[in-house]
């Protein structure tokens, strides 16, 4: 199967649409203050590693750079993020925005998926996003980055 291939097949998925979209006046981005979220199964050694079909997030925190990636796709390359963390969280980058008044802030907590999901992403709509929506809006959270994997 070629790119192209998948690219058609995915053109052709359904696509939710929603009556009420939510809609808001974006403020400055640089009073902003940002968060990642990526599905790269990111978590830190003394969180639980992801399993298959695994709907639930795990929470990073801004201050630490000890993630270990959890995605398991034999498709993956590993390469980028063992050189440098900020390909799949761009942490660093974030907090080097944040002193050059680019953005308002980092936020402190972040968020990591299990990205390699199939029938389990109602879950996720339904479960464990709207929980993770709840966390980065107690964390007065305005711009979302993200990192798909």
Known sequence: MTDQDIKNMVAQLPCPEFEAPAFTTAKPLNECRVAVVTSAALHHPEDDNFAA???SFRILDATRRDVHLGHWSPNFDRSGFAADINVIWPID??????EQGVIGSVAPRHLAFAGNQDESMTSIRLDSGPQAAKLLLEDEVDVVVLTPV
Do not use: I, K, M
Request: negative net charge; proline residues 0%; aromatic residues 0%.
């Open 53 to 55: 079909q695994d709907t």
């Open 93 to 98: 980058r974030l907090e080097e925005l944040a």
